[in-house]
C-alpha cells in the first residue's frame, strides 16, 4: 500500500523549515531513495509533481520531493510564494545546504523510515535549476548513487542579468521579476550575484558534471522555450558515458501546468517518469 506523508518539517542550516513529502510502500524494505529537487520559481507541490512521486512509490522507490527552505512558501502556504522576502534571500549555496540537510534526515540512523530504506541507494532528480544543484551535489556526495537531471540548465553565471540591469541591481541591491503566473514581482538580493562570484569554481556546473562518476541520465525536450536543448547536449558532452533523453516537441514542464486538475500526468511526463524509472532501477 502506498503511503503518503505530507508537510514534515526537516531543520535546515539557514533558520528556515525545509517541508518535505515521502511517498512509499509500507509493504517493502530495502526501498532505493530517490530525492526530487523542484526548478526555479517551483514548489514540491507544483503541477503533476504529486503523481510522478505515485508512480515512482508503485514503481518500488522511497520518493522524497521537498521546497527549498528559502524558495517563497512557508509551513502554513507550501504553495506559491507568500513568503518573497525569502525569496530574495535566496542562492545557490542555500540550495545546496538544503539538499545535504534532506540527505542527512533520509539517512539518519534513527530516521523513522529506517526499516523502509537503502541508503545505499539514493537518486537525485533536479529540475530546470535544480538540474545544477543535484549535479553539484552528485559530484561532491558519496551517497549519491545516481543522477537524473530534467531539462536541467548547463550554467548558472550566464543567467544574472547584464549592463544596464545590471549596474542598477548593483547600484540598488535588488532586482524583481515577474512571475507570469501568480503576476508576484519575485526579488532577488544583490547577494544572490555576489555568492555565486564568490563561489564560482564549486558553482560552475561544466566542472560539476565532468566529475561526476555515477551513472547519469540527462532528459530534456526538443522544444523547451525556457532551456534550450542544447543546454543539455552540451551536458552531455562534459560526461560522455551519460544517457541523454530527448523526447520530442516537449516543452519545458514536459506538458504540465499549475494547477494540475486531472487523475494522469500529461503524455510527455509520463515518457519522462517511466524512463527514469528505468534508469533508477538497480
Not at 528559502?70 to 507568500?82: A, K, L, R, W, Y
Not at 539538499?99 to 540512523?109: E, I, M, N, T
Not at 549535479?135 to 550566464?158: C, M
Amino acid at each position: 500500500m502506498i503511503t503518503k506523508v505530507k508537510n514534515q518539517i526537516v531543520q535546515g542550516k539557514h533558520n528556515k523549515p525545509i517541508l518535505t513529502d515521502v511517498f512509499y510502500d509500507d509493504t517493502k524494505k530495502e526501498q532505493a531513495v530517490v530525492i526530487f529537487c523542484h526548478g526555479y520559481k517551483g514548489f514540491k507541490d507544483w503541477g503533476a509533481w504529486d503523481l510522478v512521486a505515485e508512480n515512482f512509490a508503485e514503481a518500488g522507490f522511497f520518493f522524497i520531493k521537498f521546497n527549498f527552505s528559502h524558495n517563497g512558501g512557508t509551513t502554513e502556504e507550501p504553495i506559491d510564494f507568500p513568503d518573497l522576502d525569502a525569496f530574495g534571500k535566496n542562492n545557490y549555496l542555500i540550495e545546496l545546504d538544503d539538499l545535504s540537510s534532506v540527505l542527512d534526515w533520509v539517512a539518519a540512523s534513527d530516521s523513522l523510515y529506517k526499516k523502509f530504506i537503502n541508503t545505499q541507494k539514493i537518486i537525485l532528480i533536479g529540475h530546470s535549476r535544480a538540474g545544477g544543484i543535484t549535479a553539484i551535489k552528485a559530484s561532491e556526495d558519496i551517497r549519491v548513487s545516481k543522477l537524473i537531471t530534467w531539462a536541467s540548465v548547463s550554467d548558472y553565471e550566464g543567467r544574472f542579468p547584464k549592463g544596464e540591469v545590471f549596474d542598477r541591481w548593483k547600484k540598488e541591491g535588488i532586482y524583481y521579476i515577474e512571475n507570469g503566473r501568480t503576476k508576484q514581482k519575485m526579488p532577488h538580493e544583490f547577494q544572490f550575484y555576489t555568492s555565486y562570484e564568490e563561489n564560482k569554481e564549486r558553482l560552475t556546473i561544466a566542472r560539476a558534471v565532468k566529475n561526476i562518476r555515477i551513472p547519469h541520465l540527462i532528459i530534456h525536450g526538443t522544444a523547451d522555450p525556457t532551456v534550450d536543448v542544447q543546454e543539455a547536449k552540451e551536458i552531455h558532452t562534459w560526461n560522455p558515458k551519460s544517457e541523454l533523453f530527448l523526447v520530442n516537441e516537449a516543452d519545458h514542464v514536459f506538458g504540465a501546468k499549475h494547477p494540475w486538475n486531472h487523475h494522469k500526468m500529461p503524455k510527455d511526463l509520463t515518457i519522462i517518469t517511466e524512463k527514469s524509472i528505468e534508469f533508477t532501477s538497480f
